[in-house]
């Protein structure tokens, strides 16, 4: 069922890894070598399952320095303390000296003080990717966590089951170190496959053919000096000399975070092999395009790869990716935008900005592909003041962009006065040479991923639903298949075998554990008694028919506003609003139904205007179609300006189907009583929690600011987690992060003190929207900020703070009937696959989904001095993904995150402005 949903680091040492690397006055120097407990596994395989052949892996930790030799694991895993560090993981030795790492406070000053440091900006490419590197091996866990030899890192409470990962062990016999190298070009070349085969031309006697080179950065076993190369490159008719530099930068060992990408790239350099082409991060097979019939769309296959040091040692995670391609130019998707806008009748200057507006909504940030050389961009911007015709200078002179496509891909351009895309180079095209901007021609481009459109069209996305959304037995035969692929090219193999690898066999099964369904109610005053909803479905929306509310609140006085042309479904809508509220226990008072000729923006605002009125408190409004404009001068209105009112809007396609109307009665009813202060179902949580705080937090993209970003902030304001105080803030850089979370925070917890008349003696933060190049600036900028909140107050208030991830490749599978089956809701996994070494966290699956392969979510405790421990966490959040009043089943993050969603991307995507504070304690945003 759905619900209607209203718009709405000079030098740098790493401690607490296997390797450390000492980053060396800006030239990138590294040294160093691990020694230490070892890694690998030994265990009996199970009987095939849906030919798939599941092998077993040890949920402890222990690491070889060999790598491949099995090795008697303990049942709980190591405490990363820092003290503990040097001693287990090995001493780190430089060149030529031999001096040590000193165990102790310095070690623990230096795990301290990792997550500070900045690598220097040396030459080459020394200044963006170790960093890069080094976010990934920022060590999270909890002070708490890391000095109680006693803490455990993961839970017990559920019932054990085991599940299948997508992710499989690899192994390495290299016995001898890594080269790590940097390539210079001067004057830079800009093509990568160029300065390839250059480097593969000019090295592969010295360096071996089977070296791996990113474009900048490049690993071989073989040693040699640094030198300078001249070498000539010849494009089109003119030919340039090239000085190409290589300079030894450091070595790089087995079970280094190093090592880990050199995996990476060699994956990636084997998928390139397999004709696999890179888009963002996944790599698809562009020879074999899945056709969409009926449809000007086809899509791609392929896969998306990740090797990671995990518990169970370095394992290579793989799931199956899709990517959409549209057959038509995007030159023919403006022209349809065009006439589309041409049909509303504006005036030219207000069509000229809706254009602009609309064309950049569809564009900036879309990905899209060029026709003339299947080359994958990501656009930044839109031109509207340039044309094909419009000049530009190349190698010394100025030529169009019509002679230049003639002259270069032979392609001529027919439109030459259409407008101009825009691509900025990223961080990895900039350290690999590409300084400028990119302009290219809409009609020799192909829009790529899903539009607005697309999502709307629900026709179409069955359609999409039948090839993409594969269950678990194809997703893991679609792994296996490409398993074999790498294993019958005797090219990947020998290069594999040289760097002592050898192709994954089996994936991993784990030990999991699922936690106890989750009782609801709805009325607990009520004689109706609180009861469990199919925990396989995870969906409890046929329960509301005439059930009572837990607390409604009266609708008083409000305002209905539809067109003439909406009259009669506005008013039949009305009538069932009424018949299925009453029973719901919401009372109807005075009705001003305000119906329009003409429901424009400016009319609907000004009927507002004129009928509010200081009882009024909800406004809805049937809107004639999906017009955002007239949905921001709306919501404008009622969030942002004087007299600000809670609004549901609803469009006139909804309601003008009979079939099904009362459902969405029901629905629309239950998210009014939500709005305006209301309560729907409840959870019961333990009597500890009931003076504690859970927050959210996320962040979106501010459409209107290109550098500036929302944040979404709310916290409870009661013990069953079911009223939150809602803020926003915008952030453009980290102090601003800190400033507007410490005002946000501030404001909840008086908010909180106002309402229970004291404050929560613990606060459990829930931050979303963070990928692990983020987690420093959790730790020292947004924790920080909290604590510093909490130090004014001078009250004891315990904080902790988790990172919640769902965009993972991770995925699990369990045996039913043998069949690969979605893992039920509830579905815990706390080891093997999670990296506890570095992180306390835990991979959590609330949700059901009925078609494809459910995603589960990952959560990171970075910051944590409350009573709470594995179990207890993993059981709140399970609960908390109950609460989110805008769909009567699980969801797949804690409600506290979805509402800061909510709230950031209404203000991120129409409002633009900070909503005003008397709206701040009714979630108005859902």
């Not at 070889?64 to 040097?86: I, K, L, M, N, Q």
């Amino acid at each position: 069922m759905m619900f209607i949903i209203d718009h709405c680091a000079n030098h740098f040492i790493f401690v607490n890894l296997r390797f450390t690397i000492i980053m060396e006055g800006g030239r990138g120097r590294s040294a160093g070598r691990g020694r230490g407990r070892g890694r690998g596994y030994s265990a009996p395989k199970p009987p095939a399952e849906e030919t798939t052949r599941i092998s077993s892996a040890p949920t402890g930790r222990g690491f070889s320095g060999r790598g491949a030799r099995p090795v008697r694991r303990s049942p709980s895993p190591p405490r990363p303390t820092a003290a503990g560090d040097e001693a287990r993981y090995g001493r780190s030795r430089q060149r030529g000296g031999g001096v040590a790492a000193e165990p102790g406070a310095a070690a623990a000053q230096l795990v301290e003080d990792m997550s500070q440091v900045k690598i220097s900006q040396g030459r080459g490419r020394t200044d963006a990717r170790p960093s890069r590197v080094a976010d990934m091996f920022v060590n999270t866990i909890p002070e708490n966590a890391r000095s109680d030899p006693k803490y455990s890192f993961t839970g017990t409470f559920g019932e054990p089951i085991n599940v299948v990962s997508n992710s499989a062990m690899m192994q390495s016999n290299l016995q001898i170190p890594v080269y790590q190298y940097m390539v210079e070009f001067n004057p830079p070349l800009d093509i990568k496959k160029v300065r390839r085969g250059i480097v593969y031309d000019k090295f592969k006697d010295e360096l071996g053919s089977h070296f791996i080179f990113d474009g900048t950065t490049l690993f071989s076993p073989n040693r040699i000096d640094d030198k300078t190369v001249m070498v000539d490159h010849t494009y089109q008719d003119s030919t340039t000399k090239h000085s190409v530099f290589i300079k030894m930068t450091g070595k790089v060992f087995l079970n280094s975070l190093e090592f880990n990408r050199v995996l990476n790239l060699l994956i990636n350099k084997s998928l390139r092999k397999l004709d696999y082409v890179e888009i963002g991060r996944s790599h698809y097979d562009m020879k074999q395009p899945i056709k969409l019939q009926n449809h000007p769309l086809q899509f791609l296959k392929g896969y998306s790869t990740s090797a990671i040091d995990c518990d169970a040692g370095v394992c290579l995670t793989t799931d199956v990716s899709f990517r959409l391609v549209h057959t038509s130019n995007i030159l023919n998707k403006i022209f349809d935008l065009k006439n589309n806008l041409s049909r509303r009748r504006l005036n030219p200057n207000d069509l000229r900005t809706e254009y602009r507006k609309e064309v950049a909504d569809m564009l900036v940030g879309a990905i899209i592909s060029t026709s003339y050389n299947d080359k994958h961009y990501k656009i930044s911007s839109i031109s509207f003041d340039e044309s094909p015709k419009s000049t530009f200078e190349a190698r010394g002179k100025e030529i169009s962009y019509i002679q230049y496509y003639k002259q270069h891909y032979n392609v001529d351009i027919k439109d030459h006065d259409q407008i101009l895309l825009v691509h900025e180079p990223n961080a990895r095209e900039r350290r690999s040479g590409l300084r400028s901007s990119i302009k290219l021609v809409p009609e020799l481009c192909l829009l790529t991923g899903m539009t607005d459109a697309i999502r709307r069209d629900m026709g179409l996305m069955r359609d999409l639903d039948q090839y993409t959304k594969e269950g678990p037995g194809p997703r893991v035969r679609g792994i296996q298949d490409l398993f074999r692929k790498l294993k019958s090219n005797p090219e990947i193999v020998k290069e594999w075998n040289y760097w002592g690898l050898q192709v994954p066999n089996d994936l991993l099964n784990i030990k999991a554990r699922r936690l106890p369904a989750v009782t609801v109610s709805f009325n607990p005053d009520a004689k109706s008694a609180p009861f469990q909803y199919n925990r396989d479905k995870c969906d409890w929306g046929a329960m509301f028919r005439g059930q009572p509310l837990k607390e409604t609140v009266a609708l008083n006085d409000f305002l209905y506003i539809y067109s003439s042309r909406d009259a009669q479904n506005a008013n039949e809508f009305y009538k069932h609003l009424v018949n299925v509220g009453r029973p719901l226990g919401i009372q109807f008072g005075n009705c001003q139904k305000l119906e329009l000729q003409q429901a424009y923006a400016k009319n609907i605002l000004q009927e507002i205007n004129n009928n509010i009125t200081p009882r009024t408190n909800m406004v809805f409004v049937i809107l004639p179609d999906q017009n955002s404009a007239r949905y921001v001068a709306i919501k404008n209105r009622l969030c942002v300006e004087n007299r600000p009112i809670p609004s549901q809007c609803v469009t006139s396609r909804v309601i003008s189907r009979p079939k099904g109307i009362q459902s969405v009665a029901t629905k629309v009813m239950l998210q009014v009583n939500v709005k305006l202060g209301g309560d729907i179902w409840y959870i019961d949580f333990p009597k500890r929690t009931q003076k504690m705080m859970v927050c959210g937090i996320d962040s979106y993209h501010d459409t209107s600011s290109p550098k500036r970003s929302v944040c979404g902030f709310v916290a409870s304001l009661n013990y069953t987690f079911s009223r939150y105080h809602s803020r926003v803030c915008f952030q453009t850089h980290g102090q601003e992060i800190a400033d507007g979370l410490y005002t946000c925070f501030d404001r909840a917890l008086e908010e909180y003190a106002k309402v229970n008349r004291e404050y929560p003696e613990s606060v459990v933060v829930f931050r979303d929207g963070v990928g692990d190049g983020m987690l420093n600036l959790v730790k020292t900028v947004e924790v920080a900020a909290l604590n510093r909140v909490i130090e004014e107050k001078a009250r004891k208030i315990e904080l902790a703070v988790v990172v919640v991830n769902k965009r993972i490749n991770q995925r699990f599978f369990i045996s039913e009937n043998n069949r690969l089956e979605n893992p039920k809701p509830g579905t815990v996994v706390d080891n093997t696959v999670t990296r506890q070494m570095l992180r306390l966290g835990f991979f959590l699956v609330p949700q059901c989904t009925r078609q494809g392969t459910v995603t589960p979510t990952y959560y990171n405790i970075v910051h944590n001095t409350t009573f709470l421990d594995p179990d207890k966490f993993q059981s709140l959040a399970f609960k908390l993904c109950h609460l989110y009043y805008n769909w009567p089943g699980t969801i797949r993050v804690p409600a506290p995150c979805q509402y800061a969603h909510k709230i950031a991307f209404l203000v991120g995507q129409y409002l633009h402005a900070i909503p005003r504070d008397e709206l701040a304690n009714n979630l108005y945003y859902l």
